[in-house]
């Protein structure tokens, strides 16, 4: 059964908190622009994110290095004019928050010219500082842990993280010290789906994954996957729910059905 989105109030960090809690799963989706924002929105997606991969999927770059704050600033802007329920996440893109001082800047930029309700950014524990700064001064936080792809040249590549008894150990340290710096928020991506759980039941804060299994509190993929449109080999845990689908409204429909009712992701989905 479908969700009938637009009756409903708009989705809040608060919300979120609400949903782990009731166990509902939160349904997360990229988007770029104002008529894929609209789509996502009529469907229920719960939380939308301008995520810096559109560096690839909009600007054809080889990884999101080169993303800039105008980029996701413009970007964000367009997303936000179709949007009335969901809750507009947007990426800080590479190096805009080096410092707490910069992170600032950058991070009011995104809720002042373009509307954003919460910022993501990637990093560990190095991020404390930067989260506490940012959530001290009113502005929602998602920390990004597990596979960071700003960080593709350090990696040698995209891989599964956490693998190994000490960076698993490692990252629920890290996942806890970001809680309690203040963050709302936790994104795993590309995770094993034991140590997703294991983080999820750890903190008290919403987690949302993306290659991290069936047991965090919310899914995410880009857009442009589970419209089957990225070019090349698609990653391990997405899915194409254009096949079976009469249109793309349907397709993401379909996606939002699936994670609602569980059966996104499966074992094929999974590390
Ligand atoms: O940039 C992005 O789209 C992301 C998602 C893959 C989570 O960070």
Request: net charge negative.
């Amino acid at each position: 059964m479908s969700s009938q989105p637009n009756s409903a109030a708009k989705v809040t960090v608060r919300k979120l908190l609400q949903m782990k809690a009731d166990k509902e799963k939160i349904v997360c989706l990229t988007a770029y622009d104002v008529s894929f924002a609209k789509l996502l929105d009529a469907a229920g997606v719960d939380v939308v994110l301008v995520g810096d991969s559109l560096g690839m999927v909009m600007q054809g770059l080889d990884n999101t290095l080169a993303v800039t704050m105008d980029d996701m600033v413009y970007h964000s802007r367009c997303v936000a004019k179709g949007l009335e329920r969901a809750l507009l996440m947007v990426d800080m893109p590479f190096m805009s928050h080096i410092t707490p001082q910069i992170a600032l800047q950058n991070a009011g930029r995104l809720m002042k010219e373009s509307a954003a309700h919460i910022v993501k950014l990637e990093g560990g524990s190095e991020q404390q500082e930067v989260v506490t700064a940012l959530t001290s001064n009113g502005i929602p936080v998602c920390a990004h842990l597990g596979l960071q792809p700003q960080r593709v040249h350090k990696l040698g590549g995209y891989r599964v993280q956490g693998r190994e008894a000490d960076r698993a150990e490692r990252m629920l340290k890290e996942a806890s010290i970001l809680e309690q710096a203040g963050a709302d928020v936790l994104l795993l991506e590309c995770v094993p789906a034991a140590l997703a759980t294991k983080i999820t039941e750890a903190v008290s804060i919403p987690v949302i994954g993306i290659g991290a299994g069936t047991d965090v509190d919310g899914q995410i993929l880009v857009l442009q996957d589970i419209l089957g449109i990225t070019p090349g080999r698609a990653p391990k845990f997405s899915k194409d729910f254009m096949q079976g689908a009469d249109s793309i409204q349907t397709a993401i429909q379909n996606y939002v059905d699936a994670v609602k009712a569980r059966t996104f992701p499966q074992q094929e989905h999974i590390f």
